[in-house]
């Protein structure tokens, strides 16, 4: 079983649309969560953080669930522009730095 | 704005070859990661140095991969013999952990092809 696991879509969804994605990690000792945007070709940047109480940051809001080992994020009134692959991102240890990468679920928006 | 840079940006090079990879951490940050991408297997972590020291190298096959920080401003990467199997897009990424880990920031890249 992988450690951080998501649906690799792809997601197709037309602009205005709300989507949702889910990720499961399989360690229950993590103790950060993110999420990273990798657009086509392009280097992983940190789209937002993921905490326990979640947050909001525009558009996008992101949950953790610790009891199911759970993260989501949602995209509100998706644009062309969030076109990319949404990686899930765990660290096992806050001070080590070592982060856990999930392979990856690919949203395409449409016209 | 503070970037991390990596050399060089593509490479093909034939079987057997050598490859060495380099890459410029952000000034200040003392957390730098090698990471490789391919389709089948994602993003993988390969190895990282804390203050220039290595930390983990378990995800980096041994027998052919090597990492090092020679200095504070550069790590380097090198694969010998290179092997079609290592072809992929190797990241390298650096970041500040003082109590807590603190964001990652990734480099551009070196796609490599071993043909």
Known sequence: ??????????????EGATVAFNCTYSNSASQSFFWYRQDCRKEPKLLMSVYSSGNEDGRFTAQLNRASQYISLLIRDSKLSDSATYLCVVNLTSNTGKLIFGQGTTLQVKP | DARVTQTPRHKVTEMGQEVT?????????????????????????LAY??????????????????????????ATLK?????????????????????????????????????
């Open chain 1, 1 to 14: 079983r992988k450690e951080v696991e998501q649906d690799p879509g792809p997601f197709n969804v037309p």
């Open chain 2, 49 to 74: 140095f804390r203050n220039r020291a290595p930390l983990d190298d378990s995800g980096m096959p041994k027998d052919r991969f090597s990492a090092e920080m020679p200095d504070a401003t550069l």
């Open chain 2, 79 to 115: 694969i010998q013999p290179s092997e079609p199997r290592d072809s992929a897009v190797y990241f390298c990424a650096s970041g500040l952990v003082r109590i807590v880990q603190e964001t990652q920031y990734f480099g551009p890249g070196t796609r490599l092809l071993v043909l």
């Open chain 2, 21 to 45: 990879m380099r890459c410029q951490p952000i000034l200040g940050h003392n957390t730098v990661f090698w990471y490789r991408q391919t389709m089948m297997q994602g993003l993988e972590l």
